[in-house]
């Protein structure tokens, strides 16, 4: 997929971004502390990786190279921001702490695993879809019942179904051999 | 290339590793070979161990797939406006069979609304109304709130206020990210004094009594109450809403005193409810059992039962209450059930500390629906507007929902 990008493949690109904006995304506004300041963060990330497309082949992992390069550009961000803060306003500056290694470590392993099973729920059948994203969400399989106004044995037979598609390993394939999926044709 | 750095990337790709790991282990889908795999890798660190540990509750699983699901929505566009600047193209179209529907991005935050339906067809036959532009950032509540001593002294304690103070007869308060706790000590009458814990509009505070019971106090709430329980009754005042847990002592009563009603307790635990601007007092028996007293009445409420005190009615008992409904604020959400939007837009209000204005008249229809506390307001309001719940309009912080 990173010689996907390199030869410049527009259609690699979209299916990277379609992919990973939305993590990256939340791992920029935690950092960054701005919803606001997100958005400039990933089109950042984003640019530099098509405009550097033609020297990525230092890069190994071209996930991890995202989150890193929306990492440094957060904390950029958070430092342009309080030196323009401390311009501005001298005698209320609050600083503002960075975060540190673990902060986006720790954020990184819970946005990245929420992806991936999202991304595995989005391949199941829709009614499936539905109970399996509740049971992710903690609720009871009478909760469920409850809520999408079906019966509890509906609700245990959809999530034996799911279990059985995951487990068939047909979805799976496709959700975490990542590569073949961002190698479109 | 700048900025790039060799050992940030190989660490960065060991953690999207374990997440595709603890993913597939969450999926039932794991190979012995590749569950040694993670449990060695983590092994090696307390820290890794305990991140882990956190996507075991459901609670963070829930949020995190809130925010993703806010961000997906303006993927396509984001995508749009990145070649119409950056390659002068068009977004390539997604490959079929892997779209992520933007409608079920949006409906997984708010499954239960579409469950119940009723607005699904009105929002197909309702006139089509321009979403107003919402582009002030109004950040959701905190824990903030303002501690007022028995001499008067006002401490204003926020996310992150931290502290100690000793009050009379060597009464110890110890605050610290958004809780507070008091000791325990035996003093005499004359040294209790009495503290008032309050939060405004978008706070919210966690204390410990000086008996060890504990109280979640929601927005726009106050708890007044003894630095040190002496008398026969524990007693403490309260207006807003607070959850309780209670510490057991037999022979010293819990009483929540709420203007003229009053919870009488033993040990137990139970949630509050008394905004004036809601009409009526709610009390909600999580564990144990409380006896309400309104008036002449008293009543004694049994788990999942709720008391309704409203003035010039008797009191009513309510069976089967969703409890998780009533406490779903103290774990970070707004759960609502069949409730009218009014309804909805006041708790909203009392978190983001907004003021809400009707220009819509036909205000029958009920939802439903869970959605994270931790969300921007301008987040929440395109996740109602996506839902087809309404159209919002921003002014400053006056939310105006249009006809």
């Known amino acids: 997929m990173i010689k996907g990008i390199q030869s410049g493949n527009t259609a690699t690109f979209d299916a990277v971004y379609r992919q990973m904006y939305p993590t990256l995304f939340v791992l920029a506004s935690r950092l960054s502390r701005s919803p606001e300041a997100a958005k400039d963060i990933v089109a950042e990330v984003f640019l530099k990786l098509w405009e550097g497309r033609s020297s990525l082949e230092r890069v190994q992992d071209l996930k991890a190279y995202l989150y890193v390069s929306t990492r440094n550009r957060s904390i950029n961000y958070l430092r342009s921001n309080s030196l323009r803060a401390a311009q501005e306003l001298t005698e209320r500056t609050m600083s503002v702490g960075e975060p540190s290694a673990d902060d986006f470590f720790q954020s990184l392993l819970h946005v990245e695993t929420v992806r991936a099973l999202r991304e595995a729920v989005n391949n199941l059948p829709p009614e499936c879809k539905k109970v399996v994203d509740l049971v992710l969400r903690g609720y009871s399989t009478n909760d469920i019942a409850g809520l999408l106004g079906i019966s509890a044995s509906a609700v245990s037979h959809q999530k034996a179904r799911a279990i059985k598609l995951l487990k068939d390993n047909v979805l799976l394939l496709i959700i975490f051999s990542t590569p073949a999926i961002l190698s479109i044709p | ?403």
């Open chain 2, 1 to 403: 290339m700048p900025g790039f750095d060799e050992t940030d990337d190989q660490q960065a790709a060991f953690f999207v590793r374990m997440s595709q790991l603890i993913a597939k282990e969450k999926l039932g889908e794991l190979s012995d070979a590749q569950r040694e795999e993670l449990r060695q890798s983590l092994a090696g660190d307390e820290r890794y161990a305990a991140w882990k540990a956190e996507l075991d509750q459901p609670a963070l699983i829930a949020v995190v797939m809130d925010e993703l699901s806010i961000a997906e929505a303006h993927v396509e566009s984001s995508l749009e406006s990145f070649h119409r600047l950056h390659t002068a193209g068009r977004p390539v179209r997604r490959v079929p069979g892997r779209q992520i529907s933007r409608w079920w991005a949006a409906a997984a935050v708010l499954v239960p609304i579409v469950a119940i339906g009723i607005w699904v067809a009105e929002r197909h036959s309702g006139p089509a109304v321009t979403t107003g532009q919402v582009t002030s950032a109004i950040p959701p509540g905190g824990s903030r709130a303002t501690l007022t001593l028995g001499n008067g002294t006002r401490i204003l304690l926020d996310t992150s206020a931290s502290g100690h103070l000793v009050q009379k007869g060597g009464i110890q308060v110890q605050y610290d990210q958004g809780k507070i706790g008091y000791s325990t000590a035996k003093i005499a009458d004359s040294e209790v004094t009495y503290n008032t814990l309050a939060t405004a509009k978008g706070g919210q505070y966690q204390l410990t009594l000086p008996d060890g019971s504990k109280v979640w106090l929601n927005a726009a709430s106050s708890l007044r109450y003894p630095t040190a329980f002496i008398g026969k009754e524990r007693h403490v005042e309260l207006t807003g809403e607070a959850y309780f847990e209670v510490a057991q002592h037999k022979d010293q009563p819990f009483t929540v005193g709420v203007g003229t009603m009053n919870v009488k307790v033993l040990g137990t635990e139970f949630d509050v409810m008394a905004y004036p601007e809601e009409g009526h007092k709610l009390t909600t028996l999580i564990q144990g059992s409380v006896k309400v007293q309104s008036g002449g009445e008293a009543k004694q409420l049994s788990v999942g039962q709720q008391s309704v005190v409203a003035a010039g009615s008797p009191m009513n008992i309510v069976t089967d209450i969703d409890v998780e409904n009533v406490v779903a604020w103290k774990t970070g959400f707004f759960r609502f059930k069949d409730i009218d939007l009014q309804t909805m837009m006041r708790e909203i209000a009392r978190w983001y500390d907004i003021d809400v204005q009707f220009e819509r008249q036909d205000l029958t229809l009920k939802f439903g629906g869970r959605i994270s506390r931790k969300l921007n307001l301008s987040e929440l309001i395109s996740l109602l507007e996506g839902n087809g719940v309404g159209h919002f309009k921003l002014e400053g912080r006056k939310l105006i929902v249009l006809p």
